[in-house]
């Protein structure tokens, strides 16, 4: 039941605080935990459609979006957080502190790129379907931030593919989805 709320306290390296509520660190070990899945099936050739070469160029450090209520945790210990640093092969975690954290931090070894996860997972519970574009990223050149905010879809488009899935399945969709 805690597993994922204690990971990030284990694996916490540096940066802005962590949130102290169990709750609030819940939906951050989630999140690093697909990511360290996601790396190692990358680093395996797991799904691979795209050329042979390109699941070796994906780098270990991934950047995590983390949710509103991980951001508010952060904020509570002094900096606000909006994005987190994992490095997936160390198991390292760096909270990013700011509304526009720094991604080429000092956690991030000189000319290093980052992974960044851009979210279009779907449904609700065992209807869940995890959807990740991955984008290969250099901090120092591109905006990484805006990148993990690129695709982020509306309530509208979440309520359509609710119901969409629903019809799909063959059933009514969740209430409030409408």
Request: hydrophobic share 45%.
């Amino acid at each position: 039941k805690h597993l994922f709320s204690k990971l990030p306290g284990r694996v916490f390296r540096g940066g802005a605080a962590l949130p102290e509520r169990l709750e609030q660190l819940h939906p951050i070990g989630i999140r690093l935990t697909l990511a360290v899945g996601a790396s190692e099936l990358l680093r395996e050739g797991w799904g691979n459609k795209v050329a042979e070469d390109a699941t070796s160029s994906v780098p270990p450090l991934f950047v995590l979006k983390l949710p509103p209520e991980a951001s508010e945790g952060a904020a509570a210990c002094g900096a606000p957080c909006v994005a987190a640093l994992v490095h997936t092969q160390d198991l390292c975690l760096w909270m990013l502190p700011g509304a526009m954290p720094d991604f080429a931090c000092a956690a991030l070894p000189e000319g290093a790129a980052v992974s960044a996860i851009c979210d279009r997972t779907v449904g609700i519970g065992k209807d869940r379907i995890l959807h990740w574009d991955i984008a290969v990223l250099d901090p120092r050149r591109h905006s990484v931030l805006a990148e993990l905010e690129a695709e982020e879809p509306s309530q509208q488009q979440r309520g359509l593919q609710h119901e969409l899935s629903a019809k799909i399945l063959g059933r009514s969709p969740p209430l409030g989805t409408r």
